[in-house]
T-cell receptor
Framework: KQEVTQIPAALSVPEGENLVLNCSFTDSAIYNLQWFRQDPGKGLTSLLLIQSSQREQTSGRLNASLDKSSGRSTLYIAASQPGDSATYLCAVRRGNAGNMLTFGGGTRLMVKP | DAGVIQSPRHEVTEMGQEVTLRCKPISGHNSLFWYRQTMMRGLELLIYFNNNVPIDDSGMPEDRFSAKMPNASFSTLKIQPSEPRDSAVYFC??????????FGSGTRLTVV
């Protein structure tokens, strides 16, 4: 059974810092990995999708990497801003025969002005 | 595209009542998923459909929960009878083949 872990569970940083959020998964036979952002009381917004054949994806100040062999992904946020404050969730998708996403518990990020 | 549309946004009901949550996936997406989110358990997959057919419902907590997808553009999640422990945010998501998931805004259910 796939298990996804995110460390740390919560993070508080001053504005402007570069930061890294970690995600680890137990079964390396994944189809893809997706990072989401969730604001309080809101739904999930997709940030980045990395296919199993890819090593990283970038969008603006966000960069996500994937190392399947070690079962790890990182989300790098450059020059953090207060507007980045949210919960960040990573989710892995099993092989295409089973479409389910398994979510980590999330990292709650607070960026202080 | 309007994204995944869920209704209602909020639902408050009394214990024992029937609750129906609705979802319209993105046009062209062939997979649909129902998730439940609580503070204690995080995001849990309840059931998912592929091409309107239920593929895995092992996450459905008990027989009080049922889900249907009568066509490619509509799905319902029904709880009958509802209980206070069913209070949560219920999300619907859809995807197409190797593309990522798109989530709806969720339905916040409170059973009193």
């Amino acid at each position: 059974k796939q298990e996804v872990t995110q460390i740390p569970a919560a993070l508080s940083v001053p504005e402007g810092e570069n930061l890294v959020l970690n995600c680890s998964f137990t079964d390396s036979a994944i189809y893809n990995l997706q990072w989401f952002r969730q604001d309080p009381g809101k739904g999930l917004t997709s940030l980045l999708l990395i296919q199993s054949s890819q090593r990283e994806q970038t969008s603006g100040r966000l960069n996500a990497s994937l190392d399947k062999s070690s079962g790890r992904s990182t989300l790098y946020i450059a020059a953090s801003q207060p507007g980045d404050s949210a919960t960040y969730l990573c989710a892995v998708r099993r092989g295409n025969a089973g479409n389910m996403l398994t979510f980590g518990g999330g990292t709650r990020l607070m960026v202080k002005p | 595209d309007a994204g995944v549309i869920q209704s209602p946004r909020h639902e408050v009901t009394e214990m024992g009542q029937e609750v129906t949550l609705r979802c319209k996936p993105i046009s062209g997406h062939n997979s649909l998923f129902w998730y439940r989110q609580t503070m204690m358990r995080g995001l849990e997959l309840l059931i998912y459909f592929n091409n309107n057919v239920p593929i895995d419902d092992s996450g459905m907590p008990e027989d009080r929960f049922s889900a249907k997808m009568p066509n490619a553009s509509f799905s319902t999640l029904k709880i009958q009878p509802s209980e206070p422990r069913d209070s949560a945010v219920y999300f619907c998501a859809s995807s197409r083949d190797s593309y990522g998931y798109t989530f709806g805004s969720g339905t916040r259910l409170t059973v009193v």
